[in-house]
């Protein structure tokens, strides 16, 4: 039934309807002069990873917490007002408790589909922050911050400290027992600053803790101040990759002054239009099924109520088990102290940051490289580099079992005092040993030639003399791709259908390239990408379908793509 | 790398990038097909079950299939029946030597402006904006109130000497209100600050405790609550070993000794609240604390 004729017919059909938005569109270029910049947005090439959607899926959560976070401030009241309790929920009928909690407690169980909303705001925090630390790691290991792009990776890096800050503010909104009891160490980690510190969580809660007008401001903070700063410099980073282009990996015909890979119009624009809904799916299937924070159970936050087993959110925990593992020292200097949480709790994490933001510069000084790069390296070709981030991330994860240093004491029935040293010797040799064992990994599979590229096995061959060594086997037949060399994208457009094209004829030169000139000369000279070259012009042929590649043509392999005709026009697989 | 020959035109001329991915559309189409129709089922059951008060399981599936299903029809979409490419785009050279001249001279026209005397102009200018700066702190002045450091200072002073312990229901204790082990979270009367006067009175014997009987009637010891490491309330007692555990970090004190730390992050002992019985039974604190309960600050300064 999908002939060509049928095709063709079809394609008629839907340039009558779109001859209404292409004069729009002719409309709006008249007047804006859009089509040049759009085209060069249209024709921006995405390369083909998956490591590259990592990002993507930190700005879709973002996106969800917007929206699930204006419908969350319809109904919740930033009030630390205290009142008795006498809604609904009766477990907590006549329980003194804060507006703030109040409301939180409506929300879930009063507010349609608001419990749904608020366990997707908060799945939505932590995959927010997760993606975000993923696709740090992704640039790290991957050396995609080197020059050009130092600007970025200090932008992302502050993105995601903006993202923690955000994530705890919110955590602590509803007053509950566990984020009160979060909220009353953060003071006193903040309170530990020398100098300002007292002044800052003054200047925050409004008072000693707990403050007078801590919800007001913590939802100004929450919904306003730190969105706003996020979104501005999300918006930097966006623009700066624009500019700069994404990196690459080599091959394929990949090289430092060009990008392949998939342009946005419309292979990548279906493909990340289908992530950003499949994240919110992603959130919301969470969210219906996998409780988070049910601050009904905690009840809510007293000043002198225990609490046992308080675990923060995963991206605070690591804070909180570097609080757990300090020794108990505290420095005195006369007529003034500085705390032990202020080592754990400030100092740590700020040494931390700051060689992250430094490392850029480090590593260029380091290894004396000043020179731009566009293509990535595989993190095995650096192995230091490598060795170095799996020890800080060894490094962090210690610390985040260490927030949970009670649980393990129960679970494992040893005591606490145990865990605790252990975990100390821990923090320190650990990282070294994982460091050295990536280091000597990465070295060993960068020897091996085109190792973990493509199944193959290598033999080993024992040369006369009693040196091993290894040739990967020749590849299986079965294996072999048809890979096609990337065609240069400003001169993959196809003939303009009729419907999609801006001038109707009327006057004037058309906007958009003749069909002659498809699939011309591409006059690269850039060595490693070869052109496609064709001197006799397309012949004139029916449309296939709506789009630029809709025409439902089976893909020839080698060996079969000699049917022409009988496999382009065989579509008629039916449905 | 790759060695394969161009594939360049095709026999019937369709340019081979643009072919699209799969080698079976009917199937893909089937596929996406299905994936959106069930999008559009799930929005109806979902508008349903809200009508009906609502289910937060079945919202939050509802909710996955509606827009999981849009997302991977679109994906599928995008995956299988696009061109394939793969395509390649030159990057743009991000600036040449004569941009940056070109850039200099036009700058330099604003430079002429601050030549010679004018240049006085300039620094005052920034002089001025340096200064302005400081309007900034009286915002933060104002959200600060008063002085903080002062404030800290007389934390817990809501104890007096002969202030009588209440329970946060504001009933006296009396001394025979507690057996050996037990604890009660007690306050001053009427206490305007029971985040800091939070006390924590333990009858950790029968008698008092060897190392402070005067301040420890009846085996009464009375702490403040407010765990020096960073603030939590410490509340789990261990009566057997005598030991005192904060929740949050797990320091751990030792009751019968002061509350000196034994484990744990908390690098002081909790502040002692001094005891005595009052002619009627009733407990009562000898004097106020004598040093700023819970976790260090800047200009805490002396150490007990
Ligand atoms: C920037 C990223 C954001 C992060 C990481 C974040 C994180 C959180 C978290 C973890 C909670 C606690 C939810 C709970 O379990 O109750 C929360 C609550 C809340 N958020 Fe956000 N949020 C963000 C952005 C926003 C935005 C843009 C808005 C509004 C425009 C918003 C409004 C709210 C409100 C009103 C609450 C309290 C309601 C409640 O607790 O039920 N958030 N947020
Ligand atoms: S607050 Fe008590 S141990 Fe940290």
């Not at chain 2, 070993?241 to 690098?267: M, N, R």
Request: glycine share 12%; with cysteine.
């Amino acid at each position: 039934m999908t002939d060509v004729a049928n095709d063709g017919m079809r394609a008629k059909t839907a340039a009558v309807a779109k001859k209404g938005a292409a004069s729009q569109a002719r409309h709006l270029d008249e007047r804006l002069g859009l089509a040049g910049g759009v085209r060069w947005l249209l024709n921006y090439i995405f390369p083909d990873h998956w490591s590259f959607m990592l990002g993507e899926i930190a700005l879709y959560s973002f996106i969800i917490l917007i929206i699930t976070g204006v419908y969350l401030s319809l109904f919740f009241v930033d009030s630390g007002k205290e009142i008795i309790y006498h809604g609904s929920y009766l477990p907590l009928r006549g329980v003194k408790m804060t507006e703030a909690y109040q409301s939180t407690i409506d929300i879930s169980f009063n507010v349609r589909a608001g419990l749904v909303m608020r366990q997707m705001h908060h799945w939505a925090a932590i995959i927010f922050i997760g993606a975000i630390g993923i696709h740090m790691c992704r640039v790290f290991f991957t050396g995609a911050f080197r020059r050009p792009r130092e600007i970025n990776w200090t932008i992302g890096l502050t993105l995601m400290l903006l993202a923690v800050a955000n994530g705890f503010f919110g955590y602590s909104l509803p007053d509950d027992l566990l984020s009160g009891t979060g909220l009353r160490i953060a003071y006193s980690v903040f309170e530990s600053i020398p100098i300002i510190g007292t002044w800052i969580v003054y200047w925050l809660f409004g008072g000693a803790f707990p403050g007078d007008n801590l919800f007001e401001r913590m939802l100004v903070i929450h919904m306003f101040v730190l969105p706003l700063l996020i979104l501005g410099l999300l918006t930097a980073h966006l623009v700066i990759i624009m500019r700069q282009h994404h990196t690459q990996f080599p091959g394929k015909g990949a090289t430092e002054t060009n990008v392949v890979g998939t342009p946005m119009w419309p292979g990548y624009a279906a493909k990340s239009g289908g992530y950003f809904f499949m994240t919110f799916a992603v959130t919301a299937a969470l969210a219906g099924v996998a409780q988070i924070n049910p601050i009904w159970l905690y009840g809510p936050y007293d000043p002198y109520k225990v609490t046992t087993f308080a675990q923060p959110d995963w991206y605070i925990g690591w804070l909180e088990g570097s609080l757990r593992l300090m020794p108990n020292w505290e420095t005195h200097l006369p007529g003034h102290m500085i705390p032990n949480a202020f080592f754990p709790g400030i100092l740590l994490p700020g040494l931390i940051f700051n060689v992250l933001y430094a490392y850029p510069f480090i590593e260029s000084y380091l290894t004396g490289d000043k020179t731009p790069h566009n293509l990535l390296d595989r993190p095995r070709d650096r192995p230091a580099r490598a060795g170095f981030g799996a020890g800080m991330l060894t490094f962090f994860f210690i610390l985040l079992i260490a927030g949970s240093d009670d649980l393990i004491s129960v679970f494992l029935d040893t005591p606490l005092q145990l865990v605790v040293w252990v975990l100390r010797v821990l923090l320190f040799v650990a990282p070294v040993i994982v460091g050295l064992v990536t280091y000597e990994m990465c070295r060993e599979l960068s020897k091996v030639p085109d190792g973990g590229k493509r199944k193959r096995a290598n033999i080993i061959v024992r040369t006369a003399d009693g040196a091993y060594h290894s040739v990967p086997s020749e590849p299986h037949p079965a294996d072999e791709h048809h890979e096609l060399l990337p065609a240069p994208v400003g001169e993959a457009d196809l003939p303009v259908l009729v419907g999609a094209a801006m001038t109707p004829g009327r006057g004037g030169p058309p906007l958009t390239a003749p069909s002659g000139t498809v699939g011309s000369t591409a006059p690269s000279g850039i060595p490693g990408v070869s052109t496609v070259t064709r001197d006799t012009p397309p012949a004139p042929r029916p449309q296939r379908g709506l789009l630029p590649g809709f025409g439902l043509r089976r893909n020839r392999r080698p060996g079969n793509g000699s049917g022409g005709n009988g496999a382009g026009g065989g579509g008629g697989t039916g449905s | 790398m790759t060695e394969h020959a161009t594939p360049v035109a095709d026999t019937d001329g369709f340019p081979e990038h643009m072919e699209i991915a799969t080698a079976n559309p009917g199937r893909a189409i089937t596929v996406i097909a299905v994936s959106f129709l069930l999008s559009i089922a799930a929005t109806f059951v979902l508008g349903w079950i809200y009508t009906q008060g609502g289910n937060p399981a079945i919202e939050g599936m509802m909710l996955a299939v509606v827009f999981g299903g849009i997302g991977f029809g679109m994906a599928a979409w995008g995956k299988w029946l696009m061109p394939k490419g793969p395509f390649v785009e030159e990057r743009e050279v991000l600036t040449t030597e004569e941009n940056q001249e070109k850039f200099a001279k036009t700058f330099t026209r604003g430079q002429v402006a601050i030549e010679g005397r004018r240049s006085v102009l300039l620094k005052l200018l920034l002089a001025a904006m340096g200064t302005m700066t400081a309007i900034l702190l009286f915002p933060i002045r104002s959200l600060t109130g008063k002085n903080p450091d002062k404030v800290l200072y007389q934390y817990g002073s809501g104890w007096k000497a002969g202030s009588q312990l209440v329970t946060d229901e504001g009933k006296p204790v009396h001394s025979d209100d507690l057996e050996v082990g037990g604890v009660l979270t007690v306050f001053p009367p009427d206490s305007g600050d029971m985040a800091m006067d939070q006390t924590l009175l333990i009858r950790a014997a029968a008698a008092p405790l060897p190392f402070n009987p005067s301040a420890t009637p009846g085996g009464y010891v009375a702490y403040s609550k407010v765990c020096t490491h960073a603030g939590c309330p410490v509340g789990q007692y261990q009566a057997q070993f005598g030991k005192l555990l904060c929740p949050c970090h797990g320091s751990t004190f030792d009751v019968l000794h002061g509350a000196d730390v034994v484990f744990g992050p908390a690098p002081r002992p909790l502040a002692l609240l001094p005891l005595m019985v009052d002619d009627n039974g009733y407990l009562r604190a000898q004097r106020g604390y004598d040093e700023p309960l819970g976790p260090g600050f800047w200009s805490r300064g002396g150490v007990r």
